[in-house]
């Protein structure tokens, strides 16, 4: 069965670094998430991503996030210089093409990420 | 705003138990509901979803009723096993948009 993978499963990196993490979507859908789990509190939307364009964030996605589908396979998510508060699991999700508002989104185990 | 509130775990069960995880929301519009699990090690997986007030969601035994009137999507199972061991996720997606709105989570663990 088809599915969403994230790699590195953990990373450790310290404060003021850029990390990438990076999302295999399931090959043949269109539409591209990320969400974050800081530990204890809800899961929360960062992104859409379709054509190769943002169709929606939220506020806490802001000029320190960028996401990118640099080839045909991956999507990743680009934090250009980590906060403390950054450290929390953080899953990618992709649907079909068509109704984006009704398809479900499926989504990859996480990547947490410690921020020292 | 959506929001989403989940009962506090960790839950946990004798095999056989009976299972309710409550789940409430706040929304405008008409959202669409669902429960997601999560297993040790693996990503969410959708386990049932509501896109209207009435619907009965189920899948694997588990159920849930969206119910406009106390803004609720409770889930429930007659009766768990082991294997129903996870975190489970209330969510809901207002209309006209890409994003889930989850809760907390709720870990359950079910003993032998």
């Known amino acids: 069965e088809p599915e969403v993978t994230q790699t590195p499963s953990h990373q450790v990196t310290q404060m003021g670094q850029e990390v990438i993490l990076r999302c295999v979507p399931i090959?043949?859908?269109?539409?591209f998430y990320w969400y974050r789990q800081i530990l204890g509190q809800k899961v929360e939307f960062l992104v859409s991503?379709?054509?190769?364009?943002?169709?929606?964030k939220s506020e806490i996605f802001d000029d320190q996030f960028s996401v990118e589908r640099p080839d045909g396979s991956n999507f990743t998510l680009k934090i250009r210089s980590t906060k403390l508060e950054d450290s929390a699991m953080y899953f990618c999700?992709?649907?079909?093409?068509?109704?984006?508002?009704?398809?479900?989104?499926?989504f990859g185990p996480g990547t947490r990420l410690t921020v020292l | 705003g959506n929001s989403v509130t989940q009962m506090e775990g960790p839950v946990t069960l004798s095999e056989e138990a009976f299972l309710t995880i409550n789940c409430t929301y706040t929304?405008?519009?008409?959202?669409?509901l669902f429960w997601y699990v999560q297993y040790p090690g693996e990503g969410l997986q959708l386990l049932l979803k509501?896109?209207?007030?009435?619907d009965k969601g189920s899948n694997k035994g588990f159920e849930a009723t969206y119910r406009k009137e106390t803004t609720s999507f409770h889930l429930e199972k007659g009766s768990v096993q082991v294997s129903d061991s996870a975190v489970y996720f209330c969510a809901l997606r207002g209309s006209g948009t890409y994003k889930y709105i989850f809760g907390t989570g709720t870990r359950l663990k079910v003993l032998a």
């Open positions: 991503f379709y054509n190769n364009e943002i169709s929606e």
């Open positions: 929304a405008t519009g008409y959202p669409s």
């Open positions: 999700a992709s649907s079909e093409g068509g109704n984006p508002y009704y398809n479900e989104q499926f």
């Open positions: 509501a896109t209207k007030a009435d």
């Open positions: 090959s043949n859908h269109l539409y």
